[in-house]
């Protein structure tokens, strides 16, 4: 599978950049970083700068199988909800729902205004899967980075991707 990570804003840039590494050796990744996240991003192999809208992402063409946008700020987030196509990650997004293929949005602000919450549904009503980083403490976490791994454990189950990150829920 062909799967791409974005990273929209600074706020969360490690688990969006975990998210990454994580996919398994398998899959064909890319990473696209927001302006804003581009400051602490490494340049790496398949790392896309949000201002590189010419990019293969950004075409159906190009047959993308995956895209998770995580953390996914409220700008973006209401950017892709109104179809405004001006950069990288919301023009791959766009691509991702007019292809109908898999979009998972994990929005970072909290609490959720009633305008964040209209934005999520419109999406969710596309089928875009909406993901907040959320734990869930039945599998004990104890550390940073078990909790990581619980959260994008549960995006790779939502999209498909087999892993064991986490303790998986047993009655």
Known sequence: MKILVAISGASGFKLGL?????????????????????IVAAKEENIFYNDEIWQKSASGSYGM???????CSMN??????????????????AV?????K???????????????LENMLKLSRLGVIIA??????YSNQKTTKQMEKFIIGKWFDLVGIKNNLYKRWDG
């Open 96 to 100: 991702m729902i007019k292809e109908k």
């Open 18 to 38: 975990e998210t990454y590494k994580l996919i398994p050796k398998k899959h064909k990744k890319h990473l696209i970083v927001s302006k804003n996240a581009k």
């Open 102 to 116: 898999t979009l998972l949005i994990a929005p970072r602000e909290m609490p959720f205004s009633p305008i964040h």
């Open 132 to 137: 907040p980083p959320i734990l869930g403490y």
């Open 76 to 93: 973006t987030l209401a950017k892709i909800a109104n179809g405004i196509e001006d950069n990288l990650i919301t023009r791959s997004a």
């Open 65 to 71: 199988d995956i895209m998770m946008i995580t953390p």
